[in-house]
């Protein structure tokens, strides 16, 4: 303060208020922690009036050591912003946007005459900044919740999507597989029809030689023996007119039948042949008889993605005639995958009106 001050009375008071408001921003700018002077800790408070209960002085620092800004009346409502050790409190009041005030002559019951409406809109209008607070955190943590709902919803349907395509993966390669074992036993059974039908015909041949040749012979001692026959009547044939003897080389044989065995669809049959002339015999072969096809058995049955198998055996040998494939059931296979296409779109769309009506 300077001495040339003093002398101008109410212009010195607004001098010194204006003076005193500037120095208390400065100071309010002022770190508390700040250099070894500022030697107090300022714990902030939830804004609160009170009131003096007597004069008071309102002072830059919180003990008498520091300077005094203002002196208030008995009364005066300030308002509370933080506390200090050893009973100073922090405070704000008309004209002081900071100042220290001790906390014995303070009184937060509302002098007497005085309204209390001011106390009660302070603690309106923190108990709304309380209720604003409130409101804003659960909104946040609403979102957060909905946000980590969608997150855990997207997680799961891409392992859903995941496990379907393993799914048909494995699925299509068990039908490679099974088609692959199919061609392979079709082919093994061909080859092993076709080794039976050369042994079958082998053995055939085989006993027709061994046939042919026994007729053969028997043909050649039944001959012998008509020949000497002849050769004997002959000798002892003394008449004029000798009896021609009947060789095979003077006629067409004309056979007849005698069946020895019936022929079936899986054997020939066999038959001798006797000259009605001479009585030369010979072996016949009876061809098979053809194969009476049976009803068709199915061996496999065909599903929606998988065709099945049917054979005809004969109904007399149980040979196999034929076999055919069954188509598979695509229709079916079809009909089923539009239905869950479908249904995925249904669900699709429910999901994206709920996200539109929560977002
Ligand atoms: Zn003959
Ligand atoms: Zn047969």
Request: charged share 35%; aromatic share 4%; with cysteine.
């Amino acid at each position: 303060m300077q001495p040339a001050d003093r002398k101008t009375g109410s212009g010195f008071r607004a001098s010194a208020t204006v003076f005193c408001v500037i120095l208390s921003f400065m100071l309010s700018s002022i770190p508390v922690s700040a250099g070894g002077k500022l030697d107090y800790t300022v714990t902030e408070v939830t804004p609160y009036t009170v009131y003096t209960t007597d004069r008071l002085n309102v002072r830059t620092g919180p003990s008498e050591r520091w300077r005094v800004l203002l002196t208030l009346k008995d009364g005066t409502p300030i308002k509370v912003t933080g506390t200090v050790s050893e009973g100073w409190l922090q405070i704000t009041t008309d004209g002081i946007p900071e100042g220290y005030v001790s906390g014995d002559y303070v009184s937060k019951t509302a002098p007497s005459g005085k309204p209390a409406e001011e106390m009660n809109e302070t603690e309106k209008a923190d108990k709304k900044k309380a209720e604003e607070e409130k409101a804003e955190k659960e909104k946040a943590e609403k979102e957060k919740a909905e946000k980590e709902q969608a997150e855990k919803e997207k997680a799961e349907k891409e392992q859903a999507e995941k496990e379907k395509a393993e799914k048909e993966k494995a699925e299509k390669e068990q039908a490679e597989k099974e088609k692959a074992e199919k061609e392979k036993a079709e082919k093994g059974k061909a080859e092993k029809e076709q080794a039976e039908k050369e042994q079958a015909e082998k053995e055939q041949a085989e006993k027709e030689q061994a046939e042919k040749e026994q007729a053969e012979k028997e043909q050649a001692e039944k001959e012998k023996a008509e020949k000497e026959k002849a050769e004997k009547e002959k000798a002892g044939a003394e008449k004029e007119m000798p009896a021609e003897p009947i060789s095979a080389a003077d006629h067409e044989h004309v056979y007849r039948e005698s069946i020895t065995r019936e022929p079936t669809c899986s054997q020939v049959g066999e038959e001798i042949l006797t000259c009605e002339i001479c009585g030369a015999t010979r072996t016949g072969i009876i061809p098979r008889k053809e194969h009476t096809p049976g009803s068709w058995e199915v061996v496999r049955e065909a599903t929606m993605t998988k065709e099945g198998l049917r054979f005809q055996n004969c109904s007399v040998c149980g040979r196999t005639l034929a076999s055919a494939e069954i188509p598979a059931h695509t229709g079916r296979l079809i009909l089923l995958i539009t239905g869950l296409c479908a249904a995925g779109i249904l669900i699709c769309v429910l999901l994206i009106r709920r996200a539109g009506k929560t977002g």
